[in-house]
Structure formats: structure tokens, C-alpha cells
């Protein structure tokens, strides 16, 4: 197998997150209509959007009666009781009221600093609206990264091959060298696999089964990964 030289990183919900983790974002929106949400239900509300979302997400046009659906699964997975479309329409007025806030993973800095450590090149391959690197220059992270792949900017959304080959041929890399991590398998793991670079899937849900490549439920563990190869 070829020597690992670089890694490259999906951003949303993989180094950054909107308001917190993912794990717990349901919950905190839940929090802000007066829910609060026990450990056990926001885990299983959790996980049901994430498998609602990478099930029925087909672009970046999404309606209101799929944002309303998406709220709903939440709240009948976490054994909300009352008027659901309700409840729902409430979460997602709190959804477009709260302002854009993104946090870095809490393991983004350890995970980007280790590597950098070992000599790996890092890079950001995203479906983005544009303003990605400056997202990342907020979060002073963007240093760490050779290239940022913005889709938006490049014309080219995951999983189409093409942004992966910008950036494996302007740096100069197989992509058999090359780890992508991401949190979606029919974005970034089968982009990786189409390519052959080699996937690790980025799920802390525990939802999906490995369509091919590898799954991690911590960012930092994605080290730990490179250090066994």
C-alpha cells in the first residue's frame, strides 16, 4: 500500500458544526421551544435526522415540507408527545431565526496539529455555498490546510470525481495516498471509493454500514487509523 501524504477533510459536520456537535443539535433546538430532551432520546433523536438527512438529502433545494418532515422524525424518535407538526413548525422558526453560527469539532485542533506533526499534507474537499474559507479563517483553522475545494467556487459538487482530481493532481498525489474523511457515505465515502483514495467515514451516530471503507466515531481516532496503516 502506498504511504499515506495527505488527508483531506470534509467541513459540515466533520471539522465544523453548526451551533454544536451534531450529536447534539436536535436537542438543542428542542431546548430552545421549551423541550428539553433527556441523553437516551436526543441520542435517538439524533440519529434518526442524520439517517433521514444522508437518506433523502438530494441537493441543496430543500422545501419546507422536507424541513417539517426532518423535525417530525426527530421528535417521534426522541417519544415527543403533542401536536408534532406543531412542535415542528416551532423548531424550524428557530432554525432560520438563530444566526449562522459554526464551532470546530472539539477535536478539530488535536486531530489537524497531530497530523501536521507527521508531515501530512491536509486539504478541505466540501459542498459548500462559497464561503468556506473564510468559515475557516473564523475558526482560525485555515492555516492548517493547503487547498480548501469550496463547491461552489470550483463548480463541482462530492461525489463527482472531478473535485477530488483537483486537488490530487495540483498537489501532485495518487489518490491512493490519500485518506478523505466525511460524514455522508453517499458523499464522501463513495467519492473516495471512486477515486481510490482511501475512505474513513466520520460517524458518531453509529448509523450507517460501510459501504467500503472505514468508520470512525471520533475525529481524533482518524490518527489513531493512519498510525495502523
Not at 62 to 69: G, I, S, V
Request: some cysteine.
Amino acid at each position: 500500500m502506498p504511504m499515506i501524504k495527505a488527508v483531506t477533510f470534509d467541513a459540515g459536520d466533520t471539522l465544523i458544526h453548526l451551533w454544536v456537535h451534531k450529536t447534539r443539535r436536535f436537542a438543542y433546538l428542542c431546548e430552545h421551544i421549551g423541550i428539553p430532551l433527556a441523553p437516551d432520546a436526543a441520542k435517538l433523536a439524533a440519529r434518526a435526522c442524520e439517517r433521514f438527512f444522508q437518506e433523502r438529502y438530494k441537493g441543496p433545494s430543500k422545501h419546507l415540507e422536507w424541513w417539517l418532515t426532518y423535525h417530525g422524525v426527530g421528535l417521534q424518535a426522541a417519544g415527543v408527545q403533542g401536536n408534532l407538526r406543531q412542535l415542528a413548525q416551532d423548531i424550524h422558526e428557530v432554525w432560520n431565526q438563530l444566526p449562522e453560527t459554526w464551532v470546530l469539532d472539539p477535536e478539530a485542533i488535536i486531530t489537524l496539529e497531530c497530523l501536521r506533526q507527521r508531515g501530512i499534507r491536509l486539504a478541505v474537499i466540501s459542498n459548500w455555498d462559497g464561503n468556506l474559507r473564510q468559515t475557516l479563517q473564523d475558526l482560525n483553522i485555515l492555516s492548517y490546510f493547503e487547498m480548501v475545494l469550496d463547491s461552489h467556487v470550483v463548480g463541482v459538487r462530492k461525489p463527482d470525481p472531478a473535485i477530488f482530481r483537483m486537488f490530487s493532481q495540483a498537489c501532485k498525489l495518487e489518490p491512493a495516498q490519500c485518506i478523505h474523511v466525511g460524514d455522508s457515505p453517499d458523499a464522501d465515502e463513495l467519492l473516495a471509493l471512486s477515486v481510490g483514495a482511501i475512505s474513513v467515514l466520520y460517524d458518531p451516530l453509529e448509523c450507517f454500514p460501510s459501504k467500503g471503507g472505514h468508520r470512525i466515531s471520533e475525529l481524533s481516532d482518524v490518527v489513531e487509523f493512519l498510525d495502523k496503516m
